[in-house]
Structures are given as C-alpha cells and as structure tokens.
C-alpha cells in the first residue's frame, strides 16, 4: 500500500480519491473546499488545511483540478508545491488540460528528478464512482508501469498515448467528439419531442438504431428517460457546462496550431458557450438540451 496525495476533490476527484482509500492506501488529500475535505476524512481519508501539508512522507502525488492554470499554480506557482514533493515521487495530474501546460509542468518535475504522466480520464462520475474510468495516459512508458497499479484501483482502461502531453491531446479529441455526440442526441430527442414523441421510446428506438451513441445510452439529455444521470437531478453534479466549454476551446487551439479544420467542434464550442452564456455554466453539460428544446406553442 503507498502513501498518497490527493488534491482536488470535485465530482471527480472526490470518488476517485475514496476508491483508493477503500483499496488501503494511506490518502492524504487536499481541496479548497473545506466540505469536499470533509466528505473524505468522514471516509477514513486524512485531511489537511494545505496542499504542502500533505506531502510528506507521499510518495505517489495525484491532482484532480479544473483547468490549466489550476494545475500550473499548484506545481508551479509562488507557493506551488513542486519543490516540496519528496524525492522519487511519482506525480499523476489527471485534470484534462492544455498538452503543452502538461509538458511544461513535466519538464519542471523532470528537472527536479520527479517522473510526472498526465493520466486525464473518461466514464464520468459514474465511471468515477464506480472505479471504472478510462485513463488515457501521456508520459515515459516505465512511468506509466509504475502508476498502472494505482490507476487500476480507479479505472478499467489504462490507454498509453505517447510522450508527456499525448494523453491531453487524445483526451481533448474524445470531448470535441463528446460534445458533439451530446448537442446531436439532445437535438434529435427535442425534435421528435416538439413533433409529438414519448422521448423515452424514441430514445429505446435510436438506442437500436444506427444513431447510437453513448450520451443517448449513458447519459441520456432528456429528464424522465434514465435514472441515476444528471438530467433525473436537475442536471446537478456531472460534468460541468463550463468544463466542456474549457475541453472545446483545447480542442479550437489543437486545430489552430495543426492549421486542422474542426467545423462541427467549433459549432458545439458556441453552443455549449451560448448556454453557459445564459446562467447554465455550473450545470452539467447534457442540459444542452434546454438551448435546443421548442417552447409550447401558446
Ligand atoms: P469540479 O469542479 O467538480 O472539481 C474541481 C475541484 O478542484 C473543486 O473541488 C475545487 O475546489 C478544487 N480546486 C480547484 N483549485 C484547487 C487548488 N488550487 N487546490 C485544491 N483544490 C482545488 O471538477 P470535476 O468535474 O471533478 O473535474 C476535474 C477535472 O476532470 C477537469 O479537468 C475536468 O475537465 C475533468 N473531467 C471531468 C469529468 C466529469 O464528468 N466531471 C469527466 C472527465 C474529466
């Protein structure tokens, strides 16, 4: 059993980070919400006001935060904590992010004698949960060897893409194609809605039909349809409007710099900023929905 940090306890990182306590590791984590703090320590995890007080002693760090500038202020901010974590540590930031954030925060760590991989992850907080995800993993292949053990303890799938910063890049072209697959399905569904449909049965009709897919299967938009996905809670928890706006605006900067063509990406990008334009950012992205939904006619 390791010793390990864990910062960043969100609908993500808190499951994830309660998957290895449930395993027996020794966890230590940290976040800036003193409830999501809370939650872990209720579930035999040990809890800390700091992200440096929990190195010690760590030796597998993981990091689970919104966005770029989240991970690049942890590690390598004024008070980042790079130069705290122990000797032969191995670091795991599984945020999805910028690739080149990723490779400069792995370089720092490299420079410091630390092996660091980004492992960004897919399934959910379901997948979460039920330590079931995908981890799509950039980074030197023995790095990942080392971190397969733990990985394991919370996901299914472990995927190596390449180098540092592959494992973003692969993870930013599967939540384009997402945020397409979601704004098609919640169109679809409001459409035969608007023309009269029980979205339940058309749902049950496209599920074994050629438009297929998993935000239909999985994570259905429409509420009423599935049970135990965001749509049935008032599209609370999930993942968050604003965290597919940030993925479509990686996936916008992979297709500039690759002078790469992503028509449809770009066209869900607009969409999922419109709706979060509109009050909906901190609900979970299937809620698109409520953008393509025709009002009742008076
Ligand atoms: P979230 O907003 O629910 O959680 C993020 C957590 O990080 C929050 O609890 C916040 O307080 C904490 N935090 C922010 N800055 C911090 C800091 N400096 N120190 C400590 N804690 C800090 O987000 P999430 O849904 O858990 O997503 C996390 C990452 O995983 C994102 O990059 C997201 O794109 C990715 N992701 C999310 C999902 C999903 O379904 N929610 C699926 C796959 C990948």
Redesign the pocket.
Not at 30 to 33: E, I, K, Q, V
């Given at each position: 059993m390791s010793n390990i940090a864990f910062?960043?306890?969100?609908?993500?990182?808190g499951p994830m980070a309660l998957n290895l306590v449930k395993a027996g590791h020794r966890v230590n984590v940290?976040?800036?919400?003193r409830e999501?703090v809370g939650r872990l320590a209720q579930a035999g995890a040990l809890a800390a006001g700091s992200?440096h007080a929990i190195l010690e002693g760590a030796e597998i760090v993981i990091s689970?935060?919104?966005?770029s500038q989240?991970v690049e202020?942890?590690y390598l901010g004024q008070d980042g904590i790079l130069p705290q974590i122990e000797a032969g540590a191995l670091v795991i930031d599984?945020?999805?992010?910028a690739p080149h954030s990723a490779v400069k925060v792995a370089q720092a760590a490299a420079a410091r004698g630390l092996t660091m991989i980004d492992a960004?992850?897919?399934?959910?907080?379901a997948g979460a949960a039920a330590g079931t995800l995908t981890f799509i993993v950039g980074g030197a292949a023995e790095a990942l060897e080392r971190a397969r053990p733990v990985l394991a303890q919370m996901g299914k799938n472990i995927f190596h893409a390449g180098a540092n910063g592959a494992g973003q890049t692969a993870k930013i072209c599967n939540n384009m194609l997402l945020g397409v697959l979601m704004a098609g399905t919640a169109e679809a569904l409001a459409l035969g809605v608007a023309n009269g449909l029980d979205p339940k049965v058309l749902s049950d009709i496209m599920s074994k039909s050629s438009g297929r897919n998993w935000a239909l299967e999985l994570y259905n938009p429409y509420p009423g349809v599935m049970d135990n996905v965001p749509a049935a809670r008032g599209y609370q928890g999930?993942?968050?409007v604003d965290?597919m706006v940030?993925?479509l605006g990686l996936a916008a900067e992979a297709a500039l710099a690759a002078r790469a063509a992503i028509p449809l990406g770009e066209l869900a990008r607009n969409l999922y900023a419109l709706h979060s334009g509109s009050g909906a950012g901190a609900l979970d992205f299937s809620s698109i929905l409520q953008l393509l939904q025709t009002p009742p006619r008076g």
């Open positions: 910062i960043g306890l969100g609908n993500m990182g940290f976040d800036l919400s999501a992200a689970m935060l919104p966005a989240h202020a942890l599984c945020s999805t992010i960004p992850v897919s399934g959910g907080t999930g993942f968050g965290l940030k993925d």
